[in-house]
Each structure stands twice: as C-alpha cells, then as structure tokens.
C-alpha cells in the first residue's frame, strides 16, 4: 500500500466511524462528516458541471464556431444555439433577487415544456400500452405434442400451475385497478373483488419489503468489507480470518 | 411578460415534442435536437442554482457565526477543496502533446463536423480535461475515494440497521391483509438468501415431492402476485401522469410559475 | 404464586420496547461474522432474470457494442459495482465494445475505475474497447433521444475531454441504433426511461441491473420484454458472477457479491427471528393484558357482589 492509499484508507476508516457514531446518537462526530460530506458533493458535482457541460457543451464548441466563423455559414447558427440556453440558463439563477425572480419562469417553463412533450408519448410507451399488450395473452396453457416436454402438474393436458399462475395475474391487475376505482362504492361481490385487489397490493409491498431490507444489507456490506479487508487487513496488517 | 410568456413558451415546446412523434418531418427532428441541446445546457445551470444555494445558506451561516457555524464552514470547505481538485487539476497535469486534433476530425467524420463542430477542441495550452481523469489527476481520484465514497456509501448504510429496527417494531401480523405483507416479506429475505434458500432445498424440498425450492417460491411471488400489483399501479400511475402532462401543455397546471411570487 | 403472569408479562412487554441499539447491535454481528468463519458460503442459485441478462449477453456476436450506463453513485456501489464488473468480463471475454455513460454525476468515475481494472485484465484498451462518455445533464429524454440523432451531438468528447473523431472505437456508434444492448445499472428508475426510449422508440434491446429496493418494480417489465434481462441487488451480481463462473466465461468471477452472500444471508436470518419475536411478543402481551383484564373484571364483580 503506497503512503497516499495508506493515509486515504485512514482517513476513510475514521470518516465511516465518524458517520456510524449515530447508531448511538446525534454527535459532534457525525455533524462534522455530515457537513463535509454535503461539501464534498457539491463540490465534485460542480467540477463535473464545468468539464463535462460548460467546456464540452459550450466553450469548445463556440471556439471552434467562432475559428470557422468566416467560412461556415452553420456555425452562426451554432454559435446562437449555444449562447441562447446559456442566457436562459443565467435567467434560472435570478431566483436569487426576489425582484426579478420572474425571470426564472422561461427557462423552468422551456424545461417542464419539453419534458412534458416528450412525457406524453413516453408514459403511453413505456406504462400503458406495453403493460396492456403483457395482459393480453393465453390464459391457459395446454401440453402440445411436440414441445419440450412438461414435468410439472397437468389436469387434461392443461398446465395447472402456468394455468393457476396467470390466472393470478391476470385477475390480480383488474382487481388493484378495480380496487383504486372509487367511483362504485366497495360493497358486495365488487368488494370482495377489490379485497382480493388488496391482498395482490399487499404481496407486492411485502416482496418489495423484503427486497428493501436485503438492499439495505448490502450497503451496510460494503462498509465491513472495506473496513474488514481495507482498512484492518490492508492499512493495519492484521490477518483475518475466514 | 411574466405570465403569458412561460405558459406560452411551455406549452408550444410540449406540443412541438409530441408533434414531432407524430409528424417526423426534418424540421420538427432538427429542432427536437436543439431543444434537447437546450436541455442539457439549461439543466447545468439548474444544478449550478442548486449548489449555488447550498453554498450561499452555509456562507450565511458561516458569516454569522450562530449556532453550528463551524458545521456550515467545514461544508464550505469540502466544497472548495473537492471543486478545485476536479475542475483545476488540469493545471497542474502536464499535457502529453499538443493537440493536432482538428485536421484527424475533419477528416474522420466531416459530414457531422459540418452539422456538429464541437468534435474539434482548441489548441490546449494546458490538460484541461484531465482534470476529471482519476489516471492522471490523482487528487481528485484520492477525494473521490477516501473522502467522499466512504462518507455517500456510511450515511446509505446506516439504512440497515433502521430498518432491522423497524422491521422488529412495525412488521407484526394483526390482521389477514397485514400477515399477507409479512409472510410475503419473510418469503422474499429468505428465498434471496442464499443460505436458507440452499439448505431448504437441501433439507425439505428434496426429500418433500410437493415442497417446492425457497427460490422458486419467491421468484413466483415476484413475477405473478407482485407484478399484478405493480402492474394495476402502472396504469393508475401512467393514466395520472398523462393527465397531469396533459393540464401542463393546456395551462391548467403550471408548475414553473412555483416559487417566484406573482 | 399470584405475581407469575404479571412477570411473564412485564418480560413479553418489555421484549417490545427494548432498546432499537440491542437489535443494531445484533445486525452488525449478524453482517461480520461470517466474513471471519471460512466455508461459511453455499452454491448461489441462479433466477430467470440474470440468466435472461446472460443469455442475451452470449448471443451477441463478437464485435458488437454494448451501453452500459453508471446510473448510479458510491452509496449504492456494493450492489451495483459488483455487477458492472461481471458485465464487463462477459462483454471482453466476448470481444465486445462497451460505452459507459451515466445519468448519475458520480456514474463515470465508478465507471472509470470499473473498466480500467477490468480492461487491464483482459488486455483491453481504452477508445478502442471501451469508451467512457461521461455525465450529461438534462435527463433521459435529452440525453438518450440526442444519441438517437447522433451522439456527438451529446458527447462531443469523451469524459477526459478526447474528441470523439479521435476515438476508434467511436467509428462503430455514431447514433444510438448502431448498439446492440443497453445496459442501466441503477439505482433508480432510469432502466425505465431506457426501456421508454431506447427500446420502444430506436427499437434497441434493454436490460437493468437495479439495487434491490427497486427489484420488485422491473418484474412487470421483463413479463412484457421491455427489459430483455435485469440483475436485482447484490445476490443478482452473484448470480451473474455465478453464471461466468459456471459457463466457463471467467473462472475467477466471484466478487464481492458472491463473498458478501453469507453476510447477507445471516442478516435476513436476524431479522426474520426478530420479526418473529416481536409477533410473539405481542401476541404473548396482549393474551397477559387479555387474561389480567378478565381477571380485574372477575374481581371487580366478586368486590361488587361482595
């Protein structure tokens, strides 16, 4: 380990106890990494602003646009479609002068305005029409000779589990948009209906429940590794086992 | 001017988008391109205004001096150091070659340098774009990876043990509907780990004919009951949000005008 | 004898309120343990989603390019990196092109440090068999649908500033139909917007490798094929790791992921017992304050009839 990684897995080590000190409760420790953090953050996000969208997006392309300027008639044209959202960009910031704060509707209404263009078309493609094409499809599947053999339970060539599954399915989406349907009051074999709506919903949330506790698990994996194999194997030297 | 101008500018922009799906004529997908180009510029300055407004609540509280000002100078602090190391650190990098760039460019793709010259940068008198290159400007590489991962990746996994703790305190079966949210919870942490899924298997499922493999039972569970209900969420979700867009482009919703008075 | 189920009680009541740092305490051993008792992990069994992934991966022909988006930043690292890394050994190992980029701001240098390593290994070179386009701002609308006209028009250079027309690599993706796959690891929607644009308006495949939490969201969207694939938290990463070792692709592919399974495994034991316990708990206290209270009432009435 060179003296810099040495000194970084230090510091790091210390910096992860410093935010884990709240385990016990709020303290100087984890205000200070805390505070540095949301600096840090900043800070390596404006330096990727300025590199990765003022200088690729707008400085290179104005100087070679200028450079060109006589003999290319297009880089007038690029030269204005690189100064315009910029002065729109400059108007977003006068949100800070109350007086003029006004100003920052154009470029907000220019940004929500597209977007919601674009959104249009989007959430049609990507949430309704596909979902829809996904429900509209054989409900029961029966053994055809010729495919690949099927070892699962079958009742009269039909496969009772695929069968049972998409059913499940199929009954399970009409329910939840049956039981977010508050237009018709949940009463009678329609809330039994929606009941079985809720229980759907109630599966979903457990399963992403439980798939939230394993993420947060893992996270918390990292952490050991690092501070395990980095920090206690790696800048410490002591040999662990397992 | 301060009303009609932002409700006109956003709704000829939203249909001009969904026109040009509809109507793809040279014109209309020339302009989307410049508006997107519009977007990404527009959208760094609206992170500007962000850290802008970071750093101008902690400068004020800084200056003050009042309670937790020494906080609001450290966050001061990691600002700067972080943002020079990424955006200077060019500066101290010497750079390999001069950069004989714009004849190769011309020359490798001129049909889109003609529509697009920003594939030609300037003479560089100094590495301007290794400052954000973790090869060279090592800096920056070392705040990124001791300084700022450690703290990103600590306060995300402090999640873990809140929700251990709210698992024991919250999770508990009082009724059928709340036992469905908890055995299929249950299902899920154990069917994706691969120690009980495995010794399942291996004690129950094998020796059970009708005993299905933990994993089995959880990847069910996810693609049928699960999936109805996101699915059933999708629609009410798309439909909403159509909706929404659609009272965006007419005016009825007009979500810029947020935030700035009158 | 008459004080018995006022201490059975107090112990199933106070059960319920004991100290939230007794359980982080039983967390964080339940999490270290098993990295400190060798032999502790167990074969990972792999699911459709990441064989999907897998199989889409293997049937691309040698040469084909492949996006693969660093949607993500170091708090979500243990989950995703891990995958990124078994990605890009199947991708190199197959002789084929990738191109990160990211929605994330701290996507590209995760990436960097991602494809370098890997690259090294495989004797790979940057701008001939991996490019790093970087961050761009805007979202996935401005983003992906500019690359659907060109992507110079979006990435007029890579991350370290190199002009595209400088980059070999570069002469196979000039617009985003020429890819073959995309690739969001995210630790949001973003495979999503991928499939929104990508797949539905370019027509190019799509697959996700998304962290955990957001696991249950994307099963609607490998039923319709909008994702051709999708790798879900750290045990997806170790599917997929256990997938290349498997397959034969890389015999030296568990990572982090498939090391971290047993941890994983012990912890979800934990909670599950304390979930357990705490149903008990409650169960047990409200018998005690069911069977006490009938026993006041029966009191209360002897008193009365008394």
Known sequence: MSTPELVGTWIAALLTFCALSFLYKDNPFYKFAEALFVGVSAGYGAAYVVHQVFYQDVIIPLSVCFQVAGQEPSAILQVINRIVPCILGVMILSRFIPSIGWMSRWPLAFIIGYGTGFNVVYIVQTFLLPQIYGMITPLVEIVRPGEAPYEGLTWGGVMVLNTVSNLVLFVGVLSVIAYFFFSKAHTGSYGKFTRFGVWMLMLGFGATYGNTVMARMSLLIGRIQFLLYDWIEGAIGLSLPG | MRKQVPFLIATVMGIAMVAQFFIPTHGLVQMQSVVLLYGRIIGAFALVLGVASLIRINWIRAKRK??????????????????????????????????????????????????????????????????????????FAWMFDYIYTPMDATIFALLAFYVASAAYRAMRARDLTAGLLLGAAIIVMLGRAPLTSYYWDQLISQHVKFIPSLGDVTEWLMEYPNTAAKRGVYFGVGLAALGQSIRILVGLERPYMAGTGD | MAQQPHVKRDIWASLLKIDRRIVFVFIFVALTVPFLIPGMNVPVETQPPAEKLFAAIEALPSGSDVIISFDYGPSTKPELSPMATALARHCFSRDIRIYAMAFYLEGPAIGEQILREVAEEYGKEEHVDYVNLGYKPGGPAAVIMGMAAGVSQVFPTDKNNTPLGDIPAMSHFKKLSDIELCISLSASTYPEAWAGFAKARVGVPCAGGVTAVMAADFYAFLDTGQLVGCLMGMAGAAEYEELLVSNKVNENAYGTATQGMASQSMAHIVIVAFVAIGNIAMYMSLRNQRRSGSRRRKGGSRSVNS
Do not use: H
């Open chain 2, 66 to 139: 009042g309670e937790g000002w020494t906080y609001a100078a450290v966050t001061i602090i990691g600002f700067v150091a972080m943002f020079l190391a990424g955006s200077l650190g060019g500066f101290f990098i010497a750079p390999e070659e001069p950069a004989e760039t714009a004849a190769v460019t011309s020359e490798s793709a001129p049909a889109e340098a003609a529509v697009e010259p920003a594939a030609t940068p300037p003479q560089k008198s100094y590495d301007f774009g290794a400052g954000l290159d973790m090869t060279k400007n090592r800096v």
